[in-house]
């Protein structure tokens, strides 16, 4: 009986080493060229920005072909428009208005350099 337990106990045991020994081999022989992007190395061919107070445009382009390009137009300058959307101020709760109070009537006192006590 514990030759048997011994013999299924050595048999597991070299089973797991068997198991990990073969995921080491197949983790370094692992095929990881897909995964070096091509587009990291990728160059800028060309960038321009125009930023103005009235208007503004960019564009580039890189060496994988990637492009943009945006400009736009600034429109009612120094006017905020009000829509039904625009949140409204709300108004200031009681009890903070009295804390204010409180704090404009009793002001904290200056500190004297040192006299902290923790």
Known sequence: M????HRL???THKMK???A?????AIAAADVSHLQNSEANAQIISQES????????????TSNGI?????GVLQNAGRAPFLPTTPAPQPIPDYIQRAIAYIAAHPPKPEVAGS???
């Open 2 to 5: 514990i030759t048997v337990t």
């Open 9 to 11: 106990l050595t048999l």
């Open 17 to 19: 080493s068997f198991i």
């Open 21 to 25: 020994i073969l995921a080491f081999v």
């Open 50 to 61: 125009l930023v103005e107070p009235e208007q503004s445009q960019w564009s580039f382009e």
């Open 67 to 71: 492009a943009g390009r945006e400009s």
């Open 116 to 118: 902290r006590q923790y």
